[in-house]
């Protein structure tokens, strides 16, 4: 199982990025996918989720109605969809999927992580 994120980049507050993640040697629409980040100095974050049987999503506070996890049936992705940038939004991010979860945004319970995209919200 392998992951690739991509869509990073800079942008400025208030902009939008969306990320992508997609999977090979799994089909990502039947399982749960996870992104987190990381910014400098900082522990690993939960940003949002999306679940394995119904395709629930779930986000963490400070993300609730900017962020939308979503998926590209056919096309083995997930996206993360960003508005509403703030600053605080900086550092990597990472896409994670496993397959006997159902749903978590605990980063303990994914094994299988992409390597990461950067985000940076300047202006």
């Known amino acids: 199982v392998q992951l690739q994120a991509y869509g990073g980049g800079l942008a400025q507050p208030g902009g939008s990025l969306r990320l992508s993640c997609v999977g090979s040697?799994?089909?990502?629409?039947?399982?749960?996918v996870g992104w987190f980040r990381q910014a400098p100095g900082k522990a690993r974050e939960a940003v949002a989720c999306?679940?394995?049987?119904?395709?629930?999503?779930y986000y963490a506070d400070s993300v609730k109605g900017r962020f939308t996890i979503g998926r590209r049936k056919g096309k083995n992705t997930s996206y993360l969809q960003m508005n509403s940038l703030k600053p605080e939004d900086s550092g990597v991010y990472y896409c994670?999927?496993?397959?006997?979860?159902?749903?978590?945004?605990?980063?303990?319970?994914?094994?299988?992580w992409g390597q990461g995209t950067q985000v940076t919200v300047s202006s």
């Open positions: 994670a999927t496993d397959e006997y979860l159902n749903d978590g945004m605990e980063a303990e319970l994914y094994d299988h």
């Open positions: 999306i679940a394995s049987d119904d395709d629930a999503t």
């Open positions: 040697g799994i089909t990502l629409e039947y399982y749960v």
